[in-house]
Protein backbone atom coordinates (compact mmCIF):
# COMPACT_ATOMS: atom_id res chain seq x y z
CA UNK A 1 0.00 0.00 0.00
CA UNK A 2 1.43 3.39 -0.89
CA UNK A 3 1.77 5.67 1.71
CA UNK A 4 -0.16 9.14 1.20
CA UNK A 5 2.30 12.16 0.09
CA UNK A 6 2.33 15.00 2.38
CA UNK A 7 0.97 18.43 1.05
CA UNK A 8 2.00 20.26 3.68
CA UNK A 9 3.91 23.49 2.70
CA UNK A 10 6.47 24.08 5.27
CA UNK A 11 7.99 20.61 6.39
CA UNK A 12 10.90 19.93 8.96
CA UNK A 13 14.23 18.65 8.47
CA UNK A 14 13.00 15.09 9.71
CA UNK A 15 10.37 15.18 7.19
CA UNK A 16 12.34 16.42 4.50
CA UNK A 17 14.97 14.28 5.10
CA UNK A 18 13.00 10.88 5.57
CA UNK A 19 10.80 12.13 2.05
CA UNK A 20 14.16 12.41 0.12
CA UNK A 21 14.49 8.49 0.93
CA UNK A 22 11.37 8.21 -0.72
CA UNK A 23 10.01 6.85 2.63
CA UNK A 24 6.43 6.56 4.41
CA UNK A 25 6.70 7.02 8.04
CA UNK A 26 5.30 3.21 7.88
CA UNK A 27 8.48 2.19 5.82
CA UNK A 28 10.47 4.74 7.74
CA UNK A 29 8.83 3.57 11.09
CA UNK A 30 10.05 -0.37 10.15
CA UNK A 31 13.98 0.89 9.17
CA UNK A 32 13.71 2.52 12.46
CA UNK A 33 12.92 0.00 14.23
CA UNK A 34 11.87 0.76 17.39
CA UNK A 35 10.58 4.52 16.77
CA UNK A 36 7.00 4.07 15.73
CA UNK A 37 5.17 5.71 12.87
CA UNK A 38 3.36 8.20 15.23
CA UNK A 39 6.11 9.25 16.42
CA UNK A 40 7.54 10.14 13.69
CA UNK A 41 5.05 12.04 12.86
CA UNK A 42 4.19 13.57 16.52
CA UNK A 43 8.46 14.87 15.36
CA UNK A 44 8.04 15.98 11.92
CA UNK A 45 4.46 17.98 12.74
CA UNK A 46 6.76 19.66 15.83
CA UNK A 47 4.73 18.41 18.57
CA UNK A 48 7.59 16.39 19.96
CA UNK A 49 11.51 17.04 19.60
CA UNK A 50 13.70 14.17 19.07
CA UNK A 51 15.80 12.35 21.29
CA UNK A 52 19.69 11.79 20.20
CA UNK A 53 19.17 8.35 19.67
CA UNK A 54 16.74 9.03 17.55
CA UNK A 55 18.46 11.43 15.61
CA UNK A 56 21.01 9.18 15.31
CA UNK A 57 19.38 6.41 13.91
CA UNK A 58 17.54 8.89 11.31
CA UNK A 59 20.58 10.14 10.09
CA UNK A 60 21.95 6.44 9.46
CA UNK A 61 18.99 4.86 8.01
CA UNK A 62 17.65 8.44 5.88
CA UNK A 63 21.58 8.33 4.82
CA UNK A 64 21.29 12.27 6.18
CA UNK A 65 24.24 12.89 8.18
CA UNK A 66 23.32 16.63 8.45
CA UNK A 67 20.74 15.75 10.46
CA UNK A 68 23.29 15.32 13.51
CA UNK A 69 24.52 18.90 13.02
CA UNK A 70 21.03 20.33 12.69
CA UNK A 71 19.63 18.51 16.15
CA UNK A 72 22.76 19.46 18.02
CA UNK A 73 22.96 23.25 16.90
CA UNK A 74 19.53 23.96 16.66
CA UNK A 75 17.61 21.65 18.95
CA UNK A 76 19.54 20.83 21.91
CA UNK A 77 20.22 22.98 24.97
CA UNK A 78 24.45 22.33 25.27
CA UNK A 79 24.96 22.09 21.40
CA UNK A 80 22.96 25.71 20.54
CA UNK A 81 25.88 26.63 22.68
CA UNK A 82 28.79 24.80 21.56
CA UNK A 83 27.86 23.77 18.09
CA UNK A 84 27.54 25.50 15.22
CA UNK A 85 25.14 25.35 12.87
CA UNK A 86 26.87 23.95 9.37
CA UNK A 87 25.62 24.73 6.13
CA UNK A 88 26.65 21.75 3.38
CA UNK A 89 28.78 23.56 0.66
CA UNK A 90 30.41 22.06 -2.61
CA UNK A 91 33.55 20.96 -2.12
CA UNK A 92 35.35 23.55 -4.27
CA UNK A 93 33.93 26.17 -1.79
CA UNK A 94 34.57 24.34 1.12
CA UNK A 95 38.53 24.18 0.18
CA UNK A 96 38.32 28.02 -0.96
CA UNK A 97 37.19 28.89 2.79
CA UNK A 98 39.89 26.83 4.14
CA UNK A 99 42.23 27.97 2.33
CA UNK A 100 41.24 31.47 3.00
CA UNK A 101 41.04 30.82 6.57
CA UNK A 102 43.84 29.23 6.63
CA UNK A 103 46.01 31.93 5.14
CA UNK A 104 44.70 34.91 7.06
CA UNK A 105 45.38 33.15 10.55
CA UNK A 106 48.85 32.35 8.90
CA UNK A 107 49.54 35.98 8.44
CA UNK A 108 48.31 36.29 12.14
CA UNK A 109 50.45 33.66 13.51
CA UNK A 110 53.43 36.26 14.63
CA UNK A 111 50.87 38.21 16.62
CA UNK A 112 49.21 35.16 18.07
CA UNK A 113 52.85 34.29 19.73
CA UNK A 114 53.44 38.01 20.81
CA UNK A 115 49.84 38.06 22.56
CA UNK A 116 49.75 34.59 24.24
CA UNK A 117 54.14 34.25 25.39
CA UNK A 118 53.49 35.63 28.83
CA UNK A 119 50.71 33.15 29.28
CA UNK A 120 48.31 36.49 29.49
CA UNK A 121 46.15 38.38 27.46
CA UNK A 122 46.16 42.24 28.55
CA UNK A 123 43.00 44.61 27.49
CA UNK A 124 45.71 46.26 24.73
CA UNK A 125 46.00 42.25 23.02
CA UNK A 126 42.46 41.64 23.41
CA UNK A 127 41.18 42.85 19.94
CA UNK A 128 43.46 41.37 17.99
CA UNK A 129 43.40 37.80 20.55
CA UNK A 130 39.35 38.23 19.51
CA UNK A 131 40.18 38.56 15.77
CA UNK A 132 42.19 35.52 15.57
CA UNK A 133 39.97 33.62 17.64
CA UNK A 134 37.22 34.15 15.27
CA UNK A 135 39.64 32.78 12.52
CA UNK A 136 40.68 29.79 14.07
CA UNK A 137 36.75 29.56 14.61
CA UNK A 138 35.67 29.14 10.67
CA UNK A 139 38.34 26.92 10.46
CA UNK A 140 37.02 24.52 12.82
CA UNK A 141 33.51 25.20 11.30
CA UNK A 142 35.12 24.74 7.45
CA UNK A 143 36.73 21.49 8.75
CA UNK A 144 33.60 20.10 10.32
CA UNK A 145 31.89 21.22 6.82
CA UNK A 146 34.36 19.53 5.23
CA UNK A 147 33.40 16.10 7.47
CA UNK A 148 30.10 16.32 6.86
CA UNK A 149 30.49 16.83 2.95
CA UNK A 150 32.57 13.09 3.29
CA UNK A 151 29.53 11.70 4.97
CA UNK A 152 27.49 12.47 2.61
CA UNK A 153 29.14 11.35 -0.32
CA UNK A 154 29.95 8.21 1.53
CA UNK A 155 26.04 8.02 2.14
CA UNK A 156 25.80 8.55 -1.66
CA UNK A 157 28.54 5.65 -2.33
CA UNK A 158 30.72 8.49 -4.02
CA UNK A 159 33.33 7.88 -1.46
CA UNK A 160 34.75 4.31 -0.54
CA UNK A 161 33.08 4.20 3.00
CA UNK A 162 35.36 0.74 4.64
CA UNK A 163 38.83 2.75 2.72
CA UNK A 164 37.67 6.13 4.51
CA UNK A 165 37.35 4.59 7.58
CA UNK A 166 40.07 2.66 7.70
CA UNK A 167 42.65 5.28 6.49
CA UNK A 168 40.80 7.56 9.18
CA UNK A 169 40.98 4.90 12.06
CA UNK A 170 37.24 4.66 12.57
Known amino acids: ?3 RVSTKDKKNRYQTARE ?3 MTRDRASEELQWISPERIERIENEKSL ?3 DEVLLMSDVYKDPTLCNFYCSTQCPIGQQYVPNIKIKDLS ?3 LEMLASLNAVQRQTDRLIEITADGEVSDE ?3 DFV ?3 KGLERISITVE ?3 LWAEQMMDKGRINMEQYNALTGK
Open 131 to 133: KIQ
Open 1 to 3: MMG
Open 50 to 52: PHP
Open 93 to 95: QIV
Open 145 to 147: TLQ
Open 125 to 127: ELV
Open 20 to 22: SCE
